[in-house]
């Protein structure tokens, strides 16, 4: 099994960055694909980033232009996400998620944890 638990929201202001973390515990934490997801109220959740359990592989939404940046530190049993050049419709509840494969973690992801807000002001 394993858990998820995201920190490093807040509210920031336009053009600002954030980098979010994923703690992932569990005795194979470390051997799985971690993503990104974001929802905005109203809306549903989107994918944002994976990557894979080496960090050798990464997969982005076409949307995030560049912005965003997914990495990781096994060592740590961590992922990250940096988002630069924060924008107002950044704002919402991102959450990480872990899934054996990258196309596990897009579409079906085993895990997720409970979100961390993001508010970017204007």
């Known amino acids: 099994q394993v858990q998820l638990v995201e920190s490093g929201g807040g509210l920031v202001q336009a053009g600002g960055s954030l980098r979010l973390s994923c703690a992932a515990s569990g005795r194979t934490a470390s051997t799985y694909a971690m993503g990104w997801f974001r929802q905005a109220p109203g809306k549903e959740r989107d994918f944002l980033a994976g990557?894979?359990?080496?960090?050798?592989?990464?997969d982005y939404a076409d949307s995030l232009k560049g912005r965003f940046t997914i990495s990781r530190d096994n060592a740590k049993d961590s992922v990250y996400l940096q988002i630069d050049s924060l924008k107002p419709e950044d704002t919402a509840v991102y959450y990480c998620?872990?899934?054996?494969?990258?196309?596990?973690?897009?579409?079906?992801?085993?895990?997720w944890g409970q979100g961390t807000q993001v508010t970017v002001s204007s």
């Open positions: 990557i894979s359990w080496s960090g050798g592989t990464t």
């Open positions: 998620a872990a899934g054996p494969n990258l196309a596990r973690v897009r579409y079906t992801p085993d895990y």
